[in-house]
């Protein structure tokens, strides 16, 4: 069984914890541990407290004006429960406890990033239907190795060489079932990243803008109408309204968990402990700085509201959407990694920062008058080398440098094929979880794509850190390989899209990841797949647990039953956000059965 799931996972630390002689690493493990078995109580606890209470649930009879979806991009579904005692009232604690909240959200494929994770959110499609199937992909009828919003043909203002759209991206999302039947309905997006805008927007909203590190400040590209407020936003909302501020850590012990750890990265121009300062504008790490910082969150969330007012968002009865991508806790989370006093404080300032937006939202919009929904694109894996390190035994964890294992495939095929392709490799592309054998390889050496295939998927598992590889077509044939599961093929068919999907798929080890970011995802493990879903709001229960799992697929179809409003084929299903079930129910769903071999 290859699944690996947080809690598990953590537990299995438990007797090299308790050898260690390392107390700093002791304290930070501690707190992990003992978090995540506080998540596991009280998980059990709620859900016995929800049985008591399952059938007294008050559903708000309103409709809703305006919906609300943020996600935070790489916010993991055990933050919640793990940061609760720093939390307020009013913040993610408040939604949680008078919404309707799943406690095992997964998504169900294995490219974990950013790109396909926000265009799953509001499509409720996986990448077989999006062919949003990476952040980068090569794409057959163009041609084109594309980062996924990519379009020539669609400049961004003030960035002109830029060219962004949803162009790559083959589906409708819930903007564009709104906009089909709520004449006047107004679909808007923001983030600190163009993908995370552009993705959640769909194919024909209004108003998309995001971060543009070139111009610095929001702006559009020509795909979409341009905001009657555009140059506006940028003056109201100053960029370099942050020069100088200092970010210091403020949670007291014994919640704190330690800030110097030797496997983080240094802030942007900084170090690696508090308190960290963002630069003058004239430093060139200014932008990375403020927009990994808290200052980042207040920048984006008081843009967020400059929007709200000046397109009169939840104003008259049309439903109205808004999609924020809360880009600070990936750029924050890639430094410092999940187990960090940075990520820690982080979250403490964005629970703040929402309980602001949420008291914003009752006063403007108006209490039920208006729908939040929290998720996230992706989680993220501990850093390697502090998972290695922490006890007496050592953890199989590690980094693999992608030019360094590119180049031992051509060496390895070389001589296995005795031909020399050399320097012209026989890779064209390599993008986790997926591999591109050259055309002009196999034209040179006379070898099928189809044993080169195999030969490069061989050699693959036996190298250090990979788990499973294996060609695509054998995984469109469904075929059930050695030391494969079925859940797993389910998660890699996900992701397949003709055309950009490369000739080989593959993955790590629990554990181990690609490149040189402290901490990174984009695995089938539960650390990259569990993810938050909260609902609050107009239409929504009050104090309910979903039953059984979930997948972020799930949001579009429940929002578009509240609204009343068909949707296209897609993969998600509507969930009953009622939570009306049994605790013997509630109880197999969630301890006896694997919660993500739902059918779909
Ligand atoms: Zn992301």
Not at 107 to 134: D, E, F, Q, R, W
Not at 287 to 309: C, N, Q, R, T, W
Request: with cysteine; hydrophobic share 35%.
């Amino acid at each position: 069984m290859m699944h690996f799931i947080i809690i598990g996972a953590q537990n299995c630390h438990i007797f090299r914890i308790l050898q260690n002689k390392n107390f700093k690493s002791f304290m930070i493990f501690f707190y992990s541990l003992f978090t995540l078995m506080k998540f596991t109580i009280s998980l059990i606890i709620f859900i016995h407290l929800f049985s008591l209470q399952a059938f007294s649930f008050n559903t708000t009879s309103t409709k809703t004006k305006l919906i609300v979806v943020i996600s935070y991009d790489q916010m993991r579904a055990d933050y919640l429960e793990r940061f609760s005692p720093i939390f307020g009232q009013g913040g993610f604690r408040k939604l949680e406890s008078q919404g309707s909240s799943s406690p095992l959200c997964f998504y169900n494929h294995v490219s974990n990033m950013t790109c396909p994770g926000h265009a799953i959110i509001l499509t409720g499609c996986y990448p077989s239907k999006t062919g949003i199937i990476t952040n980068d992909f090569f794409d057959s009828p163009s041609s084109c190795f594309c980062y996924c919003v990519e379009d020539d043909k669609s400049p961004v203002i003030g960035n002109e060489k830029q060219g962004r759209s949803p162009l790559l991206m083959k589906t409708p999302a819930l903007g564009d079932f709104i906009k089909k039947n709520f004449k006047g309905s107004k679909i808007n997006a923001i983030s600190l990243k163009d993908r995370a805008a552009i993705l959640m927007a769909g194919q024909k909203p209004d108003n998309v803008v995001w971060f543009d590190w070139k111009s610095k400040g929001f702006t559009t590209s020509t795909y979409y109408k341009k905001p009657k407020w555009l140059q506006s936003i940028n003056q109201s909302i100053p960029f370099n309204a942050y020069v100088n501020k200092s970010w210091e850590a403020e949670i007291p012990s014994p919640f704190a968990v330690e800030d110097n750890s030797k496997y983080e990265q240094t802030f942007p121009g900084g170090d690696i402990t508090f308190p960290h300062t963002i630069p003058s504008i004239e430093d060139k790490n200014y932008a990375e700085a403020l927009l990994s910082s808290p200052y980042g969150v207040d920048y984006l969330f008081k843009a967020s509201k400059f929007i709200i007012e000046q397109d009169k968002l939840g104003k008259d009865n049309k439903p109205d959407l808004l999609a924020i991508g809360v880009s600070t806790t990936d750029f924050l989370g890639h430094l410092f990694g999940p187990d960090s006093r940075e990520v820690q404080e982080l979250y403490l300032q964005c629970d703040r920062i929402l309980e602001d937006f949420i008291k914003y939202l009752d006063s403007t919009i108006g209490q039920d008058s208006y729908t939040i929904v929290i998720t996230s694109d992706h989680g993220v894996g501990p850093i390697p080398e502090f998972a290695k390190n922490v006890g007496t035994m050592p953890l199989d964890a590690g980094r693999i440098d992608e030019r360094t294992f590119v180049q031992s495939i051509d060496t390895y095929l070389n001589t296995t094929f005795k031909k020399l392709i050399v320097p012209s490799s026989w890779i064209s592309a390599f993008e986790p979880p997926t591999l591109y054998i050259k055309d002009s390889a196999i034209y040179v050496s006379g070898i099928s794509k189809a044993e080169i295939a195999d030969s490069i998927s061989a050699f693959m598992v036996r190298q250090q850190g990979i788990s499973h590889a294996t060609s695509t077509d054998n995984l469109i044939a469904g075929m059930i390989l050695p030391g494969w599961d079925k859940d797993l093929v389910t998660k890699f068919r996900n992701d397949i899209f003709p055309g950009r999907t490369g000739d080989i798929m593959f993955s790590v080890k629990p554990y181990w990841v690609w490149g040189p970011k402290a901490a990174t995802h984009g695995t089938p493990y539960d650390y990259d797949t569990h993810v938050p879903l909260i609902f609050y709001g107009a239409g929504i229960p009050k104090n309910t647990v979903i039953k059984g799992s979930t997948d972020p697929a799930d949001i579009l179809p429940t929002l578009c039953k509240i609204l009343g409003i068909s949707y296209d084929y897609i993969h998600g299903n509507p969930l009953d956000l009622t939570g009306k079930t049994s605790k013997d129910q509630q109880y197999q769903d969630i301890i006896l059965k694997n919660p993500r071999t739902k059918k779909r």
